[in-house]
């Protein structure tokens, strides 16, 4: 049996599909990066210091490139740490 070429009318059909199954093939890969690196992130993690627990003293660099440590601000009182993900 002689094959026959095809018609006019089902070549947009198959660009259509050919489209759809690209496209579900990038969500699916979009997917499958995000929850590795997702799982990856939590895995990483330590466990929390539970509240009321005393931190170990450690020194950072601060906006204005001088040191801050955490002595040097629990001596004055309190200390609240929060930490930004990303950048300002």
Not at 24 to 39: E, G, K, P, R
Not at 68 to 75: D, E, G, H, K, R
Request: aromatic share 12%; no cysteine.
């Amino acid at each position: 049996m002689a094959e026959t070429e095809p018609t006019k009318s089902s070549r947009p059909r198959r660009r259509r599909w050919r489209t759809v199954l690209l496209a579900l093939a990038a969500m699916l890969v979009t997917l499958a990066t995000y929850t590795y690196f997702h799982t990856w992130r939590l895995s990483t993690r330590g466990t929390p210091l539970a509240a009321g627990t005393v931190a170990a003293d450690f020194t950072l660099p601060d906006h204005s490139g001088g040191t801050v440590s955490l002595a040097a601000l629990t001596a004055k009182g309190p200390a609240v740490l929060v930490f930004y993900r990303g950048f300002w």
